[in-house]
């Protein structure tokens, strides 16, 4: 059989799975391009099948619940509690059974690129999902863990159908209409928990941008809020805007020096 140019094995490769024949054809190629070929294909499904790995221990809370009764199973997270400025999100997320999407992880974990189109994905296969904002105001009148709890629970309360069970990252949320479980570093751990972080994160991320464009002087496209140097620089030199936290010990002294120049 006349041998096929690298060109050609790797265009065959991209198109679709190789036959066991074919890969057997491959490893017996001696051409050093062939090999490379070879060894660069099974890194690749190496990482696929650790990442299949992966999303199946993450769906055992989820299995777990189903295995009691359960079909409606939410999971919960927020984004924002430590920046200065802008508001603190939360989703909350209804994913279907048989709901598969290797690589899905804690939203700080992946690239702004991996989470734009995990995000999609989410909103587009998702039973039902919902972002909820919560603004820097309001964060200063109640307090950033009431301000995320109240994001947490307008979110559950947003989603139809009524989710039958939560999953909620770290927080124990009370009043709810169904039973839930509190989950440490439930992100990681928890494929619903981590498709709610990931909701929560574009979305505040989304905002942070919109108010960069308002307030070019903070940084809030590079920043996102956070105390970095170059936020608290902008700080320093301009003091605080209107979407910045007043509570937050950073900017109360920013206002009061801002106040007594």
């Known amino acids: 059989m006349e ?3 690298i060109s050609e094995i790797k265009t065959l490769l991209e198109e679709k799975p190789p036959s066991a024949a074919f890969l057997a054809q491959l490893k017996e190629d001696p051409r050093k391009g062939v090999q490379q070929i070879l060894t660069k294909l099974q890194k690749k499904q190496e990482k696929e099948t650790e990442l299949r790995n992966q999303f199946i221990q ?16 939410a999971g919960i997270d927020e984004a924002g509690r430590g ?3 802008g508001p603190v999100t939360a989703a909350a997320v209804i994913l279907p059974e048989g709901f598969f999407l290797p690589g899905l992880n804690d939203s700080k974990k992946l690239t702004e690129k991996q989470r734009d189109h995990y995000a999609a994905v989410i909103k587009e296969e998702a039973v039902s999902w919902h972002v909820s904002v919560i603004e820097a105001g309001e964060i200063d009148r109640i307090n950033i863990f009431e301000a995320t709890k109240k994001a947490m629970l307008t979110a559950i309360e947003r989603l ?4 039958e069970f939560c999953l909620i990252d770290a927080v124990r949320l009370t009043y709810l209409r169904c039973p839930s479980e509190s989950i440490e570093k439930g992100d990681a ?4 928990i981590a498709a709610a972080s990931i909701l929560a994160k574009t979305e ?7 108010l960069h464009e308002i307030y070019p002087q903070y940084r809030f496209d590079s920043n996102k809020g956070y105390g970095t140097k170059d936020h608290l620089e902008g700080l320093a030199k ?7 936290r007043q509570s937050f010990s950073p900017v109360a002294q920013a206002t009061t020096i801002h106040q007594k120049g």
């Open 3 to 5: 041998k096929k140019s």
């Open 160 to 163: 139809q159908p009524e989710p």
């Open 58 to 73: 993450m769906c055992l809370f989820e299995n777990r619940q189903r295995e009691r009764g359960y079909r409606f199973i």
């Open 83 to 85: 920046p200065l400025a």
């Open 238 to 244: 301009f003091g605080p805007s209107p979407c910045h």
């Open 189 to 192: 751990r928890s494929v619903s």
């Open 204 to 210: 505040r991320d989304r905002i942070m941008l919109a």
